[in-house]
């Protein structure tokens, strides 16, 4: 057995899981997810938990075992605490704001990128327009909108300028050796 898929999910107060064969859909105070599982997946609730199990010991059901209760799990969480990433904008002149939904980042180019945020996303812009907070229900649409951010403007390995996650160590190189 998945040592992650047997886990059972708690689930906590205020947050309402509905389970129709292969489709989820957990409610909470932030809103609702809905997913449809992999047909190898049984879904079980009881008793305040939700618990996860596989149909039979085929490859294809182990695999997608701990993937399936990970997507669960991140639904409840997703909803009840929701989810953020940050992002950190390094260099001279670089910065960030918001108006409106959109993000607007000003990185070095000749024109100011701008970025819409999808449903469920919301931009912010903290210390002077040098990190971006983005927040939502949705830990994989977080993700992926903090990825299309970073790769706007990716860190630099010279002069560590650029979009990186907060906290994102940055290998630096060393430069030209100067004339001797």
Do not use: C, W
């Not at 918001?98 to 024109?111: I, R």
């Not at 979009?163 to 994102?168: A, V």
Request: proline share 4%; aromatic share 4%; charged share 30%.
């Amino acid at each position: 057995m998945s040592r992650i898929g047997k886990r059972p999910i708690e689930i906590p107060k205020g947050v309402t899981v509905n389970i129709d064969g292969r489709h989820v859909s957990v409610k909470g105070p932030k809103g609702q997810l809905d997913r449809v599982l992999p047909e190898t997946a049984i879904v079980e609730q009881n008793n305040g938990t939700v618990l996860v199990q596989r149909q039979d010991d085929s490859r294809i059901s182990r695999q997608r075992h701990g993937l399936s209760r990970t997507l669960v799990a991140n639904m409840v969480e997703g909803v009840s605490k929701g989810y953020e990433k940050r992002l950190s904008i390094v260099g001279v002149g670089y910065r960030a704001q918001v108006q409106g939904t959109k993000l607007v980042l000003n990185v070095g180019y000749s024109k100011p990128v701008e970025l819409d945020a999808p449903e469920g996303i919301k931009f912010e812009v903290v210390e002077k327009g040098l990190e971006v907070i983005i927040s939502g229900i949705n830990k994989e649409v977080v993700g992926n909108v903090a990825a299309k951010i970073r790769a706007v403007r990716p860190p630099e390995v010279y002069k560590g300028k650029g979009i990186r996650y907060k906290g994102e160590y940055i290998r630096r190189k060393a430069g030209k050796a100067g004339k001797k």
